[in-house]
Nanobody, 120 residues
Framework: QVQLVESGGGLVQSGGSLRLSCVAS????????VNWYRQAPGKERELVAA????????NYADSVKGRFTISRDNAKNTVYLQMNSLKPEDTAVYHC?????????????WGKGTLVTVSS
């Protein structure tokens, strides 16, 4: 069974850091691009960061550029989101999303999310 499990969320003060992890199982992880999304109360779901299945190319939302870094370790079936200089507006549930490449195009999986709360 395909599973994506996020971890690393918690409560931090403004300016602090957290590292989120997304561990995948049941899929050929290296053949999937991975996105981090977040959703806060009263806001639409936002794509925060993305990393490609090959080459590790990355993209970020303007709101997090320079503060967040997405990376992957295919040997560990894990994608990370390093979040620095956190702001209260970063408070949200963060979900990872794996999208298949090559033969796996059309495959799309989501984790249940991990809550990040940034206090003032």
């Amino acid at each position: 069974q395909v599973q994506l499990v996020e971890s690393g969320g918690g409560l931090v003060q403004s300016g602090g850091s957290l590292r989120l992890s997304c561990v995948a199982s049941g899929l050929s992880f290296s053949m999937y691009a991975v996105n981090w999304y977040r959703q806060a109360p009263g806001k639409e779901r936002e794509l925060v960061a993305a990393i490609t299945s090959v080459g590790g190319s990355t993209n970020y939302a303007d709101s997090v550029k320079g503060r967040f870094t997405i990376s992957r370790d295919n040997a560990k079936n894990t994608v990370y989101l390093q979040m620095n200089s956190l702001k209260p507006e970063d408070t949200a549930v963060y979900h990872c999303n794996a999208i298949g490449d090559s033969w796996f195009v059309g495959m799309d999986y989501w984790g249940k999310g991990t809550l990040v709360t940034v206090s003032s």
